[in-house]
Nanobody, 125 residues
Framework: QVHVVESGGGLVQAGDSLRLSCAASGGTFSRYHIGWFRQAPGKEREFVAVISWSAGSTNYADSVKGRFTISRDNAKNTVYLQMNSLKPEDTAVYYC??????????????????WGQGTQVTVSS
């Protein structure tokens, strides 16, 4: 079982940038695809971005494409989400989670396990 901890959230203004981190422990990090998801109050958890175990493949939600970049450093057991040109609609709790590399990457949060506690991102207008 992998344990992940998200960090890097905060309160920023529209147009600002943040970099979130997802630090993993307790497993072989390179065995997993890592996904970022977010959940705003009263809304369902939604897909943001995913990166393959080797970092050879990424996928993004249309709403963040061109603004967010996902990357990973397997030597540090960490995945990053660089968020630029933030908008008020990006306000949410951001979570990372893992999916075994034996399976294809997926945008459905139900396909992921070992969720962290999340980090709050608030973007003011």
């Amino acid at each position: 079982q992998v344990h992940v901890v998200e960090s890097g959230g905060g309160l920023v203004q529209a147009g600002d940038s943040l970099r979130l981190s997802c630090a993993a422990s307790g497993g072989t990090f390179s065995r997993y695809h890592i996904g970022w998801f977010r959940q705003a109050p009263g809304k369902e958890r939604e897909f943001v971005a995913v990166i393959s175990w080797s970092a050879g493949s990424t996928n993004y939600a249309d709403s963040v494409k061109g603004r967010f970049t996902i990357s990973r450093d397997n030597a540090k057991n960490t995945v990053y989400l660089q968020m630029n040109s933030l908008k008020p609609e990006d306000t949410a709790v951001y979570y990372c989670a893992v999916r075994n590399r034996d399976y294809v990457m997926d945008n459905n949060y139900r396909m992921y396990a070992d969720w962290g506690q999340g980090t709050q991102v608030t973007v003011s207008s």
